[in-house]
């Protein structure tokens, strides 16, 4: 028990730090709100529009796959040190552990995850497929009996 006592003591004091800074910030921090202080503020910039309310799917899928990687290299470099001490069997649990990531990134890369800028914009189009419109791929529902519009 003598050898956690470190341990505890140093959770113990995370703790505390952590709840007095949020306790002393309701209790000092000034509350004057403003529309100038609620605002955004991008670089002294005034915005223009609103901002969009979501960031595209390609967003989260580069970013889990820089997490994964960044995963990956913290359990590399330990293995890299002592592989001359561990042998064959150490080459086969690392294989183990990165040929999943390896195929996750190939996935992401056969999905165009990685593509951005201009040429995106042209693999975009030449995926498009003219025979889809919004009268072949929507259901309308309700129309029965309404007149139809001819514009």
């Given at each position: 028990?003598?050898?956690?006592?470190?341990?505890?003591?140093?959770?113990?004091l995370?703790?505390?730090?952590i709840?007095?800074?949020?306790v002393?910030?309701?209790f000092?921090a000034?509350?004057?709100?403003?529309?100038a202080?609620?605002a955004?503020?991008?670089?002294g910039?005034v915005?223009?529009r609103e901002?969009?309310?979501?960031f595209?799917?390609?967003f989260?899928l580069?970013?889990m796959?820089?997490i994964i990687?960044?995963?990956e290299?913290i359990?590399?470099?330990?293995?890299a040190?002592t592989?001359?001490?561990?042998?064959?069997y150490?080459?086969?649990?690392?294989?183990?552990f990165?040929i999943p990531?390896?195929?996750?990134?190939a996935?992401?890369?056969?999905?165009?995850?990685?593509?951005?800028?201009?040429?995106?914009?042209?693999?975009?189009?030449?995926?498009?497929?003219?025979?889809r419109t919004?009268?072949?791929t929507v259901?309308?529902v309700?129309?029965?009996?309404?007149?139809?519009?001819?514009a």
């Open positions: 028990m003598d050898d956690y006592l470190p341990l505890l003591f140093t959770f113990v995370a703790v505390v730090f709840l007095g800074s949020i002393t910030t309701k000092v000034p509350r004057r709100p403003t529309a202080k609620s955004p503020y991008e670089s910039i915005p223009t901002p969009p309310s979501r595209p799917v390609r989260y580069v970013a796959i820089f990687f960044d995963i290299i359990f590399l470099f330990p293995w040190v592989y001359r001490s561990f042998g064959g150490a080459l086969g649990i690392i294989a183990e990165t990531f390896l195929i996750a990134f996935w992401l890369i056969s999905q165009g995850g990685l593509d951005w800028g201009p040429r995106n914009r042209r693999r975009q189009l030449e995926a498009v497929d003219v025979s919004s009268e072949t259901r309308r309700g129309l029965e009996g309404r007149e139809e519009v001819v």
